[in-house]
């Protein structure tokens, strides 16, 4: 069981940046691992935010996220990013990150159903104030 636990939220003005990161550990190092970052906004449903896969490292973002937010990974912390930058206020969520076993070829749109995802962090909150 892979355990996740992520970091670097916090309050920042519009326009600002915030990073966060996610650490994992007791990960089956037999097991490879694409990695996500979603978030829950008040009232909403959850979304995806971003995700990497472990195979060829590709990158794949929400439209509304998109030019703004960075995700990446370093293999070596075993830690996954998201740099956020130009934030808007309607970016206030707690973000979590998420991890899936690769089991398989899987098509990209999979990788942005939560549903997908086996291991979950417990969330960080982001305000973005206006």
């Known amino acids: 069981q892979a355990q996740l636990a992520e970091s670097g939220g916090g309050l920042v003005q519009a326009g600002g940046s915030l990073r966060l990161s996610c650490a994992a550990s007791d990960r089956n190092p037999d097991n490879d691992y694409d990695m996500a970052w979603f978030r829950r906004a008040p009232g909403k449903e959850r979304e995806f935010v971003a995700a990497?896969?472990?195979?060829?490292?590709?990158?794949y973002y929400s439209d509304s996220v998109k030019g703004r937010f960075t995700i990446s990974k370093d293999n070596l912390k075993n830690t996954l990013y998201l740099q956020m930058n130009n934030l808007k206020p309607e970016d206030t969520a707690v973000y979590f990150c998420a991890a899936r076993i690769v089991t398989g070829p899987r098509s990209a749109d999979s990788l942005k159903d939560g549903g997908t995802y086996d291991f979950w962090g417990q969330g960080t909150q982001v305000t973005v104030s206006s």
């Open positions: 990497i896969t472990w195979i060829g490292y590709s990158t």
